[in-house]
């Protein structure tokens, strides 16, 4: 594995308007690498993603991706370059059908016939999606369109999943196949992921690293097995009280 990371984000500083949501912010993804991000609701863990995939443009900082800056880069082209982003609540298009959806995942591409694999590889993925290709997105369970989501992602073939809440509002069962694919996506393709997740377990059981957030700041950081087994982490985010091990940086 390449020692240079795939994703560097140094000192990022975004804001909405007069608020600064995230501040002085730092992180890396190694290639092949799932990372977790780890934090309460409102501190700044969506904004981390957006900022990388460009929809909000960063105050401070750079972000280098595959050692290129993008900083500030338009989303369309963030995503020609090989990162992908699911957002928070799966924003699927409700109206088109779910094959529609899945080739709107990659228009920008012109390998038909590749696409045209990729299509039946995210159908073994989620068979469900093969079964339901012609219903209305809209139609679609909530677990359903989490699937539809993640696969529409995967179109452009990308090198970096930015992955937000993907277990938001769904079941533990569907969390736990969802977290299933993760993983093989991530072992079998090779797919780097950036995982924001307020699922603090299951998120630190699938990443090999985490960061904690609070007010926007990057408080902790280690291997996901030393952030689960530190006290802070086991009191406040896994619901654990108690001996733990080392803390983490």
Known sequence: MSTQ?????????SSY??????????????PGQIVAVLG????????????????????????????RRITAMEPDRVVRLGISHVPEGREVFPLLSVRDNL???????????????????????????????????????GGQQQMLAISRALMSRPR??????????????????????????????????????????MALETAQYAYVLEVGRVVMHDTSAALAASPKV?????GLHGQGGHGAR
């Open 103 to 141: 080739k709107m995942g990659a228009y920008i591409r012109r390998d038909h016939r590749q696409v045209a694999a990729d299509l039946e590889k995210v159908f073994d993925y989620f068979p469900v999606l093969r079964e339901r290709q012609d219903q209305p997105a809209g139609q679609l369970s």
């Open 5 to 13: 990371p795939i994703l560097s984000l140094a000192n990022i500083e």
């Open 234 to 238: 086991r009191e406040s985010y896994l």
């Open 160 to 201: 970096l999943l930015l992955l937000d809440e993907p277990s938001l509002g769904l079941s533990p069962l569907l969390v736990k196949e969802i977290f299933t694919i993760i993983r093989r996506l991530n072992e079998e393709d090779g797919v780097a992921i950036l995982l924001v997740e307020q699922n603090a377990r």
């Open 40 to 67: 309460a609701n409102g501190a700044g863990k969506t904004t981390i993603l957006k900022t990388i995939s460009g929809v909000i443009a960063p105050r401070m900082g750079t972000i280098e991706f595959e050692g």
């Open 17 to 30: 308007g007069p608020i600064t949501a995230i501040r002085g912010v730092s992180l890396d993804v190694m």
